[in-house]
């Protein structure tokens, strides 16, 4: 099945730091997606992004699927933004309806 | 407009028994997905239904099975309760077959004793 890479896995950022994460998978792809999970294990889905480039305030994300690889920008990082960002792709239509999540990176923003 | 809602939010079960976890769509969605969190991982796909029908099973034992009601609510069963079923079992919401995007609840917590 396809393979989703996330990196770094763990991320300690000074509050007004600007942080980028980056999103690798092994295939095609139908669908992207970008979660934040809270500490209490909320999935918020921040960017519904197959392809180009998305923003939403201080966040903003890129795909460049050719290339198979997704980036997250944090600008301006604040301690709420703190918590594990997942990166999760949806395959080709033969790989069947799901999504294959990476393992994660874990932000910590300090005051 | 409510989103994906899961119940019960926390259950606390015992080796061998038998769960029940339930997910109600977002309004006007019709498919549902189910995912496994255990600490410190990504979730991991179970079940997709879409339309009442299966149409996609992750690698889970038998001791797994779901369903999806006319309402498109869902139902998550896990027979014979191991200790490895403790994890965070999440729903998620999408407008078609194909998504559109997927939308999460707020997941079940199971820990199994």
């Known amino acids: 099945g396809i393979q989703v890479e996330q990196s770094p896995p763990d991320l300690i950022l000074q509050e007004g730091a600007n942080s980028t994460l980056r999103c690798n998978f092994s295939?095609?792809?139908?669908?992207l997606q970008w979660f934040h999970q809270n500490p209490w294990g909320q999935l918020i889905n921040l960017f519904y992004?197959?392809?180009g480039t998305k923003q939403n305030g201080r966040l903003s994300a890129t795909t460049v699927a050719t290339e198979r690889y997704s980036l997250l920008y944090i600008s301006s990082s604040q301690t709420t933004d703190s918590g594990v960002y997942f990166c999760?792709?949806?395959?080709?239509?033969?790989?069947?309806?799901?999504?294959?999540f990476g393992g994660g990176t874990r932000v910590l923003v300090k005051p | 407009d409510a989103g994906v809602t899961q119940s019960p939010t926390h259950l606390i079960k015992t080796r061998g028994q038998h769960v029940t976890l339930r997910c109600s769509p977002i309004?006007?969605?019709?498919?549902v997905s189910w995912y496994q969190q255990v600490l410190g991982q990504g979730p991991q796909f179970i079940f997709q239904?879409?339309?009442?029908?299966?149409?996609g099973r992750g690698n889970f034992p038998d001791r797994f099975s779901a369903r999806q009601f006319p309402n498109y609510s869902s139902e998550l069963n896990v027979n014979a309760l191991l200790l490895g079923d403790s994890a965070l079992y999440l729903c998620?919401?999408?407008?078609?077959?194909?998504?559109?995007?997927?939308?999460f609840g707020s997941g079940t917590r199971l820990t199994v004793v």
């Open positions: 998620a919401s999408s407008l078609g077959r194909r998504s559109y995007g997927y939308t």
């Open positions: 295939d095609s792809v139908n669908n």
């Open positions: 992004i197959p392809s």
């Open positions: 999760a792709v949806e395959g080709p239509r033969a790989a069947g309806n799901k999504l294959t």
């Open positions: 309004s006007g969605h019709k498919s």
């Open positions: 239904y879409y339309e009442k029908e299966e149409r």
